[in-house]
């Protein structure tokens, strides 16, 4: 269903959400992912991602607001988005406003973890008309389809 090409998760951590990604990613034979983490001590980020998987990892330092439009840049459209960063309404927000100008608006998707913190994934599935694939427990999913009919995204 899903192939990205290009994927990008704030928040990376030790990587389990990054070992999943990169693991379908190498069955699918494609895709590179790109994880931001702002995290001040660095020795435990990515340390789940195992190095027959590096090679499709991307892993960047500092604030992710500052760092996606340059991955945009260099990549192009992202494929996938995983939001697990600052769970702030504004930066969520921030985050998902961003993402979704530099998102491939055919089939693009966007997930967030821990949407239950604040309203800021109902707001932006609201303000853009995205159709919610609904909440897993307190994962946010969303797919940006264009309407063939009126051009417009949901």
Known sequence: LCKPGVAVETGCAAGASANYILTAMEKNNRG??????????????????????????????GNSLALIPGIADEAGAIDFFLHDSLHTYEHMTAEYEMIYRHMAHNGGIICSH?????????????????????AVK??????????AGSGNQQ
């Open 114 to 134: 821990d949407i239950l913190m604040s309203n800021a994934w109902a707001h932006f599935i609201k303000r853009h008309r995205l159709r919610s694939w609904g």
């Open 138 to 147: 307190n994962l946010g999913i969303c797919r940006i389809v264009q309407d």
């Open 32 to 61: 590179i992912l790109y994880s931001i983490d702002s995290a001040n001590d660095r020795s435990h980020l990515g340390c789940l991602v195992p190095s027959t998987l590096r090679h499709r990892f991307n892993l960047r330092f």
